[in-house]
């Protein structure tokens, strides 16, 4: 893949946290596959290319297809709130980057969460817990904190709210991906339709095969 590719394939991923953050405040649940994916790209911190973090496009497919919603024309298929999340996501990202201690801590937690997985599953209550005591302890400390809506009863909800953290920093974790390939916030007033573009090829493909 070249390097937009690539690129759009992290920003995507960024777009996927935003909208399981909103599904799960609102819903209450996700399917688990879609909670496996978040944290394994969690996990993958060294990979060959950008697809590798989130295995195939089509475990991006809600990503692709969330970003062509927000950055389309059709203002009926926004979500404002997907749309906080993705610029916080962002923000937050690179408040992360400017805090050498901060990636330290989070970069042992998230190594000592894939062990704790390994002899539970990636998707325990107890990995995923772990997982939001990290994001609590640092991607909330460097503020401001990513305001979540939805129903009351789901964010007061401990295994949901921990599911919320969890997402987040998949979230956080490609927002680095996508700065590490060239992906800068300008990109998303200048660079809409081209990530459009890519992002519906990219649907497509996965639609033939």
């Given at each position: 893949?070249?390097?937009?590719?690539?690129?759009?394939?992290?920003?995507?991923?960024?777009?996927?946290?935003?909208?399981?953050?909103?599904?799960?405040?609102?819903?209450?649940?996700?399917?688990?596959d879609?909670?496996?994916?978040?944290?394994?790209?969690?996990?993958?911190?060294?990979?060959?290319e950008?697809?590798?973090?989130?295995?195939?496009?089509?475990?991006?497919s809600?990503?692709?297809?969330?970003?062509?919603?927000q950055?389309?024309?059709?203002?009926?298929?926004?979500?404002?709130d997907v749309?906080?999340?993705?610029?916080g996501i962002?923000?937050?990202e690179r408040?992360?980057?400017?805090?050498p201690q901060m990636?330290?801590?989070?970069?042992?937690?998230v190594e000592?969460?894939?062990?704790?997985?390994?002899?539970?599953t990636?998707?325990?209550?107890?990995?995923?817990?772990?997982i939001?005591?990290?994001?609590?302890r640092?991607?909330?400390?460097?503020?401001?904190?990513?305001?979540?809506?939805?129903?009351?009863?789901?964010l007061?909800?401990?295994?949901?709210?921990?599911?919320?953290?969890a997402?987040?920093?998949a979230?956080?974790?490609?927002?680095?991906?996508?700065?590490q390939?060239?992906g800068?916030?300008?990109?998303?007033?200048?660079?809409?339709?081209?990530?459009?573009?890519?992002?519906?090829?990219m649907?497509?493909?996965?639609?033939?095969?």
């Open positions: 893949m070249n390097q937009f590719e690539q690129r759009t394939i992290a920003f995507a991923g960024i777009f996927r946290a935003a909208a399981l953050t909103n599904i799960l405040a609102n819903e209450g649940s996700i399917a688990e879609q909670l496996r994916i978040s944290i394994e790209s969690i996990f993958n911190t060294d990979p060959e950008a697809l590798e973090v989130f295995g195939s496009l089509e475990n991006l809600l990503g692709l297809q969330t970003m062509i919603y950055f389309g024309k059709n203002t009926d298929f926004r979500n404002i749309a906080r999340y993705v610029v962002l923000f937050l408040r992360l980057m400017k805090n990636l330290e801590t989070l970069s042992s937690g000592l969460a894939a062990r704790q997985s390994e002899h539970f990636v998707t325990h209550e107890n990995v995923i817990a772990n939001a005591d990290l994001y609590s640092t991607i909330s400390e460097l503020g401001p904190r990513i305001m979540v809506n939805g129903e009351q009863h789901h007061t909800n401990t295994t949901i709210s921990n599911k919320i953290r997402v987040l920093l979230g956080i974790r490609s927002a680095v991906l996508w700065q390939l060239g800068r916030r300008w990109h998303i007033l200048f660079q809409r339709n081209r990530y459009i573009q890519e992002a519906e090829k649907l497509n493909s996965t639609t033939v095969n």
